[in-house]
């Protein structure tokens, strides 16, 4: 009889044995889908939320906001494509040289948590993961730079912003009086009275350098690539008018100013990259602001350059159609300068550039 026979009980214990395995086996599974797409789902959100508290601390990547958000931060610019080097790059530039050392300690110390994230082919693309390869934008607008800068003692470069404008051909008269050579950073414009005066500055033998066309914070500021846009439009419409590639340029508001707070990192990279040596102020005739008068102009130059520390000076004025009072003074401020022994120079790439400082 098969009922209760040695058989019986040897098949017995083999289907038990088997429908263990079995139902081991689909338990096994089943939780392991389950807990699987929990623990996904938890990272996913995780990462998130390190973006989040990313961004908050993304302006001061320094030990201050401690260990935790520091580890967060590396790992979301590296997941956006930045290279170790790039990040200690940017944050020796925001934050000067000590962090700068802390952090390449610390990726060096984490070297393994890291590892996979940071590819060293990447190249600086910018924040955001949706970010435009900007550097790929605009194939045309290069500069050569200069294999050194030079320094001249005891020299004056006037520089005017914001031109052509119905004040240039009278600043080009008194220039050309003095038989001195300065900078335009122009803002350019398309009439063809626009273009015209653009190519009789360069014609007579001065630098123009790129401003903004448009000139407005707000938009050129807003992100690299809108950025880009507006140099990129100034550029060729300096080139077209005059025939000259420009090389230098002067940033809107000056190189950082309260509307590119977040950006001019990048920017300043992403210009230099390029080739372009940009240049700051430090004398400024003041002859933007409303209350601008022939003695306030006057005593801001003058004084502006005696106090200086360097008997270098760029000097900030305006070739703009409102700033009348600016064509009336320069003259003057010439006469000032050649007799305290002053020599007048253009800008041109080979001038050690004066900027201002990245810290605060
Ligand atoms: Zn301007």
Redesign the pocket.
Known sequence: MYFGSVKFFKHLICTVVIGWFVIATFLAVFFGIKYGLEAKKNKELTVAASADVSQETEENPTEENGKQSLEDYYLLMAADGYTADDIINFISTTEGETAAKFAEAYIEANKEKFADMFKTETAYTGQGSTAIEYTELYPDLYADPPAEFTESEKTVYLTF??GPSENTLMILDILEKYDIKATF?M?GGESEYTKEIMKKVADAGHTIGI??IS?EYEVIYESVESFLEDMNNTYTCIYEATGVRPQIMRF??GSINNYNRLVYPQIIAEVTRRGFVYYDWNVSGEDATTHATWTSIYNNVLNGIESNSTDRAIVLL?DSGDKYTTVTTVEDIIIALLDDGYTFAPLDNTVKPITFSYVD
């Open positions: 912003d914001d950073f803002s401003h903004s000139h809107a508001g305006h």
